[in-house]
């Protein structure tokens, strides 16, 4: 193929496209590019980093922890079931793209924790060269460098064995930190255009992304990293809730700071990334 073969311009063909600003993006886009001064620059970090090994030993340690909130142990041993991953690629549907609701009623809780363990969880782990008191830990998903920025607060709302609330997702025990009771769906409809969608939901995961876990070592780089490591994980909880047969989309049309407000976290320091919702198939799903 001849680089004139190429249709770089088909937008431009299309007058509604022609006021549109993407400056910010391009700039943006541009800032976080490798060069080989910019390289120069995060190479001088990681090394930095890596011969410190206060620092290694800190920023392996990639998560948060809510010390004095009521902890529930979710259960380490729930399997996926017998759904082949090719299965589940083949099956993957945002609800979005088939329906506008989900049908109303509860998932059990076996069933989160099955979707928490196998998107985010730790796979095995690894002790510490720093201090073989501690544990490293491998994960389900990706995360550049391994400093895994994510964090995910499920809203519960229909989980059999849960109370509706707020909670977070401590990866090291496989456990939720209880952060708020209380049944929370009409505060959460304010916070997004997508109310049909969200409405009858079981669960909301909505994802942050702690920035100085990468921004630390990878500079401007970090928020393609973080969002890389975003994408993967969304993929992650798309094809574990299929494996359950539940109805799935992910939910991007939210208030960021709306948001970031309802789960008492620092927009600035914290944002919220993107979130995904979880319940009950509806029934016009496609066979």
């Known amino acids: 193929m001849l680089k004139e073969d190429i249709d770089y311009l088909s937008y431009s063909l299309a007058d509604i496209f022609d006021g549109d600003d993407n400056e910010t993006t391009e700039v943006f886009h541009e800032f976080s590019k490798l060069t080989p001064t910019s390289v120069l620059d995060v190479s001088q970090r990681v090394n930095q980093i890596t011969s410190d090994m206060g620092l290694v030993r800190m920023m392996s340690r990639a998560w948060k922890k809510y010390a004095s909130a009521d902890k529930i142990m979710l259960n380490k041993d729930v399997s996926l ?117 969200v409405k009858n939901a079981s669960v909301a995961f909505m994802i942050t992304g702690v920035w100085k876990r990468p921004l630390a070592k990878y500079r401007n780089r970090a928020y393609r990293f973080m969002m890389n490591d975003a994408g993967a994980l969304l993929q992650n909880l798309y094809l574990t809730s299929t494996s359950y047969d539940l109805g799935t989309c992910a939910l991007g049309g939210f208030y960021d700071d709306k948001v970031a407000d ?26």
């Open 262 to 287: 309802l789960l008492e976290v620092n927009p600035h320091e914290e944002p919220v990334l993107i979130g995904f919702l979880l319940g009950n198939k509806s029934q016009k799903t496609p066979s």
């Open 81 to 197: 079931g017998e759904m082949s991953v090719e299965q589940a690629i083949r099956s993957r549907a945002s609800l979005s793209s088939y329906s506008t609701e989900f049908d109303k009623g509860k998932i059990d809780i076996d069933t989160l924790s099955g979707v928490l363990k196998y998107s985010y969880g730790a796979t095995r782990g690894l002790k510490s060269k720093v201090n073989p008191n501690e544990s490293l830990y491998l994960r389900s998903s990706i995360s550049a460098g391994g400093l895994y920025p994510l964090e995910i607060y499920p809203i519960v709302f229909d989980v059999d064995g849960l109370d509706p609330g707020i909670y977070h997702y401590y990866m090291p025990d496989h456990a939720l930190h209880k952060l708020r009771d209380g049944h929370l769906m009409e505060e959460l409809l304010k916070t997004t255009s997508y109310v049909d969608l």
